[in-house]
């Protein structure tokens, strides 16, 4: 069975995640060694693969709406006016 190609959205995705984790991460801890930058860079390429294969692959859709069951129309039920509606009075222009 063949690995699946990885899709734009995931590479799009995966590659910001990497450089801007990366970049908050060293300006965070303000680390100038070697070892941590290192530890900085594999910990940003982690995040960076676990968002990429997280994004949702177009082939694979999910329904997880389910159809309710027969629902009635509600009516509305407007009471009747007691005596007839007033006629409205135009205002003569002056």
């Known amino acids: 069975m063949a690995m699946p190609r990885p899709t734009a ?13 990366t970049l908050a991460m060293l300006l965070l801890s ?9 530890i900085i860079a594999l910990a940003a390429l982690a995040l960076g693969l ?8 177009p082939g694979k859709r999910r329904s ?4 309710p069951a027969s629902v009635e129309p509600l009516r ?7 005596s007839a ?5 135009e ?3 002056s």
């Open 9 to 21: 959205a995931q590479l799009a995705y995966g590659s910001c995640t990497v450089i801007f984790s």
């Open 85 to 89: 509606p007033e006629p409205v009075r």
């Open 50 to 57: 676990l968002v990429a294969m997280t994004v949702p692959l």
């Open 30 to 38: 303000q680390t100038s060694s070697g070892v941590g930058v290192a």
């Open 64 to 67: 997880t709406v389910e159809q």
């Open 91 to 93: 205002r003569a222009a």
């Open 76 to 82: 509305a039920s407007v009471p009747a006016p007691a």
